[in-house]
């Protein structure tokens, strides 16, 4: 059978919520969380998720043999990273030192504990956790019926800074202003959880249905 | 900016939603499923089941109704209720939870929060904890076990420091002084804690109107605030909630 959208699954993390609203916005599709390479190179489109630490999510690819596959799909095929599978595109991450798959050029950083604090002077708390309003820097089709400035579920300590910022298609503020979305070619990835973010969340994800990976 | 959360928390015991005050006199409030799409509909940004089923025959239960609720519900969904194992953090994950709340089985067993933390990552991980004033040091808050019946001789703010460097990723303090009272959040307790750790903490216990949330959040210094008792009882919708919230200023997601 056809495989028509693969999650991959490295073992980090629940991909069920994943996998389940994906479900619910195309039910006619066949959408296969696997951890099997020939599934991914199969795949019309793939989902990139992750949850956890990233030093962790990269020994796990590793183990299960999934780089490879993640980077040629990165390079073909309408790709969705999401959370850690957005921060594991770039080249290297703070949290643990750890090296990415350095598939877009860039880095990923803590949030830094000395700017943490609003304009009233209140503690804001790290992990960045709930809803934050997500501004659109430019057009993509991804973007279809989904308002500027809407808002949608994060759950992170970390956050990725291209060294190229034609590729953001997205910010968010906390206090500064931080890159939550980027889009390159075949590849869009958001740092928040489209899967947990209600409505806009399912937009975004049906849009990934629709997509076919240009812009 | 961030918004901050309101959160409606579900107690569950049998498949049922149930509603009382202090675990006594439960009545049966309805079907899981309806109740969590409900306040799904009315805006609520996370949803919390607490288990309280207290054969350990019927646990599974929970695991069907969080099925049930995930292929639903696109919002972060929190599970507590006797969590005793990381095989028990693993199951609820699994069947759709995205954080698990640990409460006296963290302080049977600390080292239940760092190894559920370590393998599913802090972001999953809730410590509740309940507290109580001390009466003859009120500046000091004291844990309690069993809805408030069993003293542990642990101080609430150590005790929340030492969850979160164990890799708790989240806090959800209740004041057992004010559950059941609607008279107010402890927001001394939530200040305290909020003050004393980086990551977010939920107030609860207490809240009777729209006015106390705003409190917890402006006096308490909480990110979220949770309540079952206004929600379940039709007094408030969620939605009116947070207009009320931002009407005096607070940052919602409307």
């Known amino acids: 059978m056809k495989i028509d ?24 599709l066949n959408i296969v969380v696997t951890d099997q390479a020939e599934q991914i190179h199969a795949a019309d489109k793939v989902v990139f998720p992750g949850q956890g630490a990233m030093p962790d999510c990269m020994r796990e690819l590793e183990l299960r043999q999934l780089k490879q596959a993640v980077i040629q799909a990165s390079k073909q095929k309408p790709f969705l990273g999401i959370c850690i599978g957005l921060q594991l595109l770039f080249e290297h991450s703070q949290e643990g030192d750890a090296q990415g798959l350095a598939i877009l050029p860039g880095q990923v950083k803590k949030f830094p504990a000395a700017r943490m604090h609003d304009a009233a002077g209140n503690k804001l708390k790290v992990p960045h956790m709930g809803w934050n309003q997500v501004y659109q820097t430019r057009q993509h089709p991804m973007w279809q019926d989904i308002e500027d400035g809407e808002r949608f579920y994060y759950v992170h300590s970390y956050y990725v800074e291209p060294q190229q910022t034609s590729i953001i298609a997205g910010v ?16 869009f990835a958001v740092q928040f959880h489209p899967e947990k973010s209600q409505h806009a969340g399912l937009q975004l994800l049906k849009n990934f249905v629709a997509w076919d990976g240009t812009i | 900016m961030l918004a901050k959360r309101i959160i409606p928390c579900l107690d569950v015991t049998n498949g049922r939603v149930v509603k009382g005050v202090n675990f006594l006199e439960l009545k049966d409030a309805g079907d899981p499923v309806e109740i969590a799409k409900r306040y799904d509909d009315q805006g609520a940004d996370e949803l919390t089941f607490l288990d309280i089923t207290a054969s350990s025959d019927n646990r599974d239960l929970i695991l069907h109704i969080i099925e049930d609720v995930a292929s639903q519900v696109f919002i972060p969904l929190t599970v507590g209720g006797g969590v005793r194992s ?24 600390p080292q239940l929060v760092a190894d559920a933390a370590n393998r599913y990552g802090s972001q999953c991980i809730v410590v509740a904890i309940d507290a109580k004033r001390v009466q003859s040091n009120p500046n000091r808050w004291e844990v309690f076990t069993h809805g408030g019946r069993n003293p542990t001789g642990l101080d609430a ?29 402890d927001n001394e307790l939530n200040r305290a804690i909020s003050n004393s750790v980086d990551v977010p903490i939920i107030a609860s216990g207490g809240v009777g109107n729209l006015q106390h949330l705003v409190d917890g959040v402006e006096q308490g210094g909480a990110d979220a ?12 919708t969620v939605k009116q909630a947070k207009q009320f919230m931002s009407q005096q200023g607070i940052e919602v997601r409307l």
Not at chain 2, 160 to 172: C, I, Q, T
């Open chain 2, 157 to 185: 703010i150590q005790w929340a420091e030492k969850m979160v460097a164990l890799g708790a990723g989240e806090l959800l303090v209740t004041s057992m002084d004010r559950d059941g009272t609607k008279i107010g959040f």
């Open chain 2, 86 to 109: 990381v095989e028990d953090v693993r199951r609820l994950l699994n069947a759709g939870a995205d954080k698990v709340s640990i409460n006296t089985s963290a302080i049977l067993n």
């Open chain 1, 5 to 28: 959208i693969a999650v991959v699954d490295y073992g980090m993390g629940n991909l069920r919520s994943v996998s389940k609203a994906l479900e619910h916005v195309a039910p006619h």
């Open chain 1, 172 to 187: 968010s503020e906390y206090p500064d202003k931080f890159t939550s979305v980027i889009a390159c070619e075949n590849i």
């Open chain 2, 225 to 236: 605030v949770l309540a079952a008792s206004i929600f379940h009882y039709g007094e408030f």
